[in-house]
């Protein structure tokens, strides 16, 4: 970290954070809540310091799919969008995990369904944990809850893939994305060498090698039996994602009779309401994945044990409830509280549904 | 310390660079801040709000329903935040845009004329740094100084040469604020 500190929205701390870290590319296409990303990136001009590739393609479609071949050569590559841009990513994204490859996609989510509205939401949740495109894979998905994980999750996240050889996703949403906080961005690292490149990705395509058979990067196998094996590799790399990087961070929890569950900006919004609940003597806490996928289901089955009942907070219609409840197993109630379409849960919106469909 | 402050008017009349130059300010204290802003698709002529939060400690949440200060420059501001100030809370409001009276007795309720006051300075822009006097004379949370540095972080340098007139505006709405009503208050309650 350097000790410079600055003000800055979350989607322009990606951007800065995307260069500093190192990255080779980035592929994008406007769209609000999150063309900041992409204005900051044309504005710090990278590929005049650092080399980095910034471009607007024509397409969502065509900056998914620049990001699969940049990945097939090993680079760090990305893409942000906001949820309509990210439903038209969704082919890429599922190929990128059928081909194993890395690299970083960003959704500042917006309401919907359809073009819907510019505002916040977190209704791209399913999308996101359950495979929004086609076939058995997952997707590692960090939710910042802060203009500082904005800028964290760039490294994170590019780590992560890379070392799972899997497309990784930061979903965030209009609020984070668009709100001014401090933020210290992390020291400037230079890109990679090609010779690093080809050293830390014996996998990439970088042209003939004359002592070893050509690499193949590809989702395509025709036969069924292969296929079945590709699978079952898969599922064996999710479950060490599952056993190895869940992420979660909990507020207040020790002593807590109630337990808010909230990502992102709702989590925020529950740490407002905890100070306004504990004000009048309902001792609540707050457990927020960081991992929305792997889920941090074992914490929760262990809060369930402590506290006598759950309620979610999101900004859509009762999404991570599901994982909530199949997290605890019917050990306690867990209740959902949720705004749609671009509104914004208030603290004290919060508290009044806590009361209503918690406290007992 | 802790400020929560909304500031709302139409796009284009300096909401959301007037709460840039705050929080710019804030940080130049080694203070906590957040900005939040509220707006549709349109960037002039629409209604645009934008949420400060100024502490002493980490913030919670970004969004807050309830404010200590609301600075509301046109009607449809004064409709939506009058009745989201806390309780002893601050309403300040330019008597330019707003011709009804404040219904609440329970805040206090300051005018500014700044939008006269910039057109007699003959200078729209200055408006919101006349209003950031206003505020900054009732409710000196930063010092005018970290407002200059703020500014002059928050301005490209090819602007600097604005920073003497900026100030100037500043100076003024210190001095044209004007109390309109004190808070009743009932006893024992704080905010």
């Known amino acids: ?82 949820s309509p841009g990210v439903s038209l990513k969704q082919e890429g994204i599922s190929y990128m995990a059928g081909a194993e490859l890395p690299g970083l996609i960003v959704n500042v989510q917006r309401g919907g369904p359809g073009l819907g509205t510019i505002q916040p939401s977190q209704a791209d949740y399913f999308q996101t944990v359950k495979g929004g495109g086609h076939g058995d894979y997952r997707l590692i998905t960090l939710a910042p809850a802060s203009v500082q994980e904005m800028a964290d999750f760039v490294a994170l996240g590019f780590e992560l893939s890379f070392k799972y050889r899997n497309p990784a996703m930061i979903l965030s949403d209009g609020v984070i994305g668009q709100m001014m906080e401090k933020v210290r961005l992390p020291e400037h690292r ?54 190895n990087e869940v992420r979660y961070e909990e507020v207040q929890c020790d002593d807590a009779d109630y337990l808010l569950v909230a990502f992102g900006s709702a989590a925020r919004i529950c740490m407002k309401t905890i100070e306004l609940a504990r004000a009048e003597g309902i001792r609540v806490g707050l457990l927020r994945p960081i991992t929305l996928w792997p889920f941090p289901t074992k914490a929760l089955a262990a809060r369930a044990g402590k506290v006598k009942a759950m309620l979610t907070v999101e900004l859509n219609a009762g999404q991570m409830v599901e994982d909530v409840r199949l997290a605890v197993n019917g050990a306690v109630p867990v209740q959902h509280y949720g705004r749609m379409g671009g509104i914004i849960p208030t603290p004290e919106g919060v508290l009044e549904a806590l009361k209503e469909k918690v406290v007992r | 310390m802790l400020q929560e402050i909304v500031i709302s008017g139409f796009g284009g009349q300096g909401v959301l660079s007037m709460g840039k130059i705050l929080a710019y300010s804030g940080i130049m204290e080694n203070k906590e801040v957040s900005w939040f802003p509220a707006y549709g698709p349109e960037q002039r002529g629409g209604t645009a709000n934008v949420t400060v939060i100024i502490s002493d400690r980490p913030i919670s949440s970004p969004v807050v329903n309830r404010f200590d200060i609301a600075i509301v420059l046109n009607k449809p501001s004064l409709d939506k935040f009058e009745n989201r100030v806390k309780p002893g809370g601050v309403l300040i409001y330019d008597g330019y845009a707003i011709d009804r009276k404040v219904q609440r007795k329970d805040i206090d309720v300051y005018r500014i004329n700044a939008m006269d006051e910039s057109m007699k300075m003959d200078n729209a822009k200055v408006f919101n740094m006349i209003i950031l006097g206003g505020l900054l004379r009732i409710s000196p949370m930063v010092e005018l100084e970290n407002v200059m540095k703020g500014l002059k972080e928050s301005l490209p340098e090819r602007h600097h040469k604005l920073l003497p007139m900026n100030e100037q505006a500043i100076l003024r709405g210190m001095e044209i604020v004007e109390r309109e009503q004190q808070a009743e208050v009932p006893e024992g309650i704080t905010h």
């Open chain 1, 1 to 82: 970290m350097s000790e410079e500190i600055s003000l800055m929205k979350g989607n322009e701390a990606i951007a800065h954070a995307a260069i500093r870290f190192g990255v080779d590319g980035y592929f994008g296409y406007p769209i609000t809540p999150q063309s900041e990303v992409i204005e900051t990136l044309m504005e710090e001009a990278p590929w005049k310091t650092t080399g980095m590739v910034v471009l607007q393609a024509e397409s969502e479609l065509a900056a998914i799919n620049m990001v699969y071949g940049g990945a097939a050569c090993g680079k760090y590559v990305m893409t942000s969008s906001s």
């Open chain 1, 190 to 243: 230079r890109r990679r060498t090609d010779a690093e490149i080809r050293e830390q990705c014996p996998w990439a395509t970088l042209g003939k090698t004359p002592d070893r058979k050509p690499n193949i990067i590809t989702s395509l196998e025709l036969d069924s039996e292969v296929m079945e094996k590709n699978n079952e590799r898969f599922q064996a790399k999710y479950r060490l994602i599952e056993a």
